[in-house]
């Protein structure tokens, strides 16, 4: 059979990258090794059950400083201590000692570009039997060059899924917990088919919950609104720290309550936040026109704000970030 040139191209690339990432240094129980010399066994349970908790942190490059800055590291890891609760896992170092272990891990990296970071807790015990209890933990961190996950300047165009967001009476949403993400995988793959660039979950009830790994915002008339963490949202430091710099930065009014589908449609502004979207515009949403059809003043204003402090440009929030080197 002949094979397309195309074909070949690609799975060239793919095997170059293969052994790239084969050298990069990651950490696990314990140890700083090589990604290619990290072994799991194809019983893990976290891979049959998905009992994991996972995050998900951004280095930010800034060329002058020759400097990596870390987004709110410690914020990311009182959130997976948090999440790890929930699933009765157990991570056998500090607070402190996962920001050391972190920043000493992308220093043994060099990466002087853009990194995700992922850390990752998960059942680790080689056997059958779905339950939480009695079983190892382990824990291991991973990182990466990464870019932008979805577009942040042209604005980006929503399908309300047909999906709904997992309920916290199911599995709490508020803990990252690899399983659940089996939810925001059905919802993004269904947009993503259907020719959009993103999925906007409900939840059970019909209130507008969040993307498949954004929170949302909406803005009318001047205020901005945000759903409540009770409205099975994971609760987003993105979000967070949007919602201050709203307040104080841009003086405006943000409020946390229920939204309805038909006040997307309406909104003059939707935008989606996360580690991996950043700050995002929402264009259309189901084929209707948001505002003007281009990001709006809102979001282009915090996105000024947010990136330039990212990248270590605003000292007045230089207590956001984590310098690497
Ligand atoms: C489902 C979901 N909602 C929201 C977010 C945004 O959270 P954060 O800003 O902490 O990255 C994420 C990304 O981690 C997510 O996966």
Redesign the pocket.
């Known amino acids: 059979m002949a094979i397309k040139a195309e074909h070949v191209a690609t799975s060239r690339a793919a095997e170059a990258r293969r052994r790239e990432q084969a050298q990069y240094w990651v950490y696990l129980d314990g140890e700083i090794k090589r990604y290619g010399d990290a072994r799991l066994g194809i019983m893990t349970h976290a891979l049959h059950y998905g009992t994991g908790v996972f995050e998900?942190l951004r280095g930010y490059w800034n060329p002058e400083h020759e400097q990596l800055f870390i987004l709110k590291l410690r914020e990311?890891y009182v959130?997976m201590q948090q999440s790890v609760k929930v699933i009765k896992l157990k991570i056998p170092i500090s607070l402190d000692e996962l920001c050391q272990v972190t920043i000493e891990l992308v220093r043994r990296n060099g990466f002087r570009q853009d990194v995700y970071i992922r850390p990752l807790a998960f059942k680790s015990s080689e056997e059958i039997g779905v339950r939480l209890h009695n079983l190892k933990d382990s824990f291991a961190i991973y990182l990466t060059p990464y870019g932008d996950y979805v577009d942040v300047e042209r604005g980006i165009r929503c399908m309300v899924s047909s999906w709904r967001r997992i309920d916290d009476t199911a599995a709490p949403?508020r803990a990252?917990i690899t399983g659940i993400?089996v939810n925001?995988a059905l919802a993004k793959t269904e947009a993503l088919e259907n020719g959009f660039d993103e999925a906007i979950m409900l939840t059970n009830d019909g209130h507008v919950c969040?993307?498949?790994?954004?929170?949302l915002f909406i803005v009318r008339d001047g205020r901005v609104f945000t759903p409540p963490g009770t409205d099975n949202?994971?609760?987003?430091?993105?979000?967070l720290l949007l919602i201050e710099l709203m307040r104080k930065e841009l003086g405006l009014d943000v409020v946390e309550r229920s939204i309805d589908r038909s006040e997307l449609y309406v909104a003059d502004e939707v935008f989606l936040?996360?580690?991996?979207?950043q700050v995002s515009p929402v264009v259309d949403v189901d084929r209707r026109v948001i505002g003007s059809g281009r990001p709006g003043p809102t979001v282009a204003g915090l996105q000024k704000i947010y990136f330039d402090i990212v990248r270590g440009r605003n000292e007045r929030y230089r207590d956001w970030l984590t310098p690497v080197y």
Do not use: F, M, W
């Not at 969040?210 to 929170?215: D, Q, V």
């Not at 949202?233 to 979000?239: D, K, M, P, V």
């Not at 936040?273 to 979207?277: E, K, L, P, Q, R």
């Open positions: 998900g990311h959130r949403p990252k993400y925001s969040e993307g498949s790994a954004e929170n949202i994971l609760e987003g430091i993105t979000r936040c996360g580690t991996g979207a």
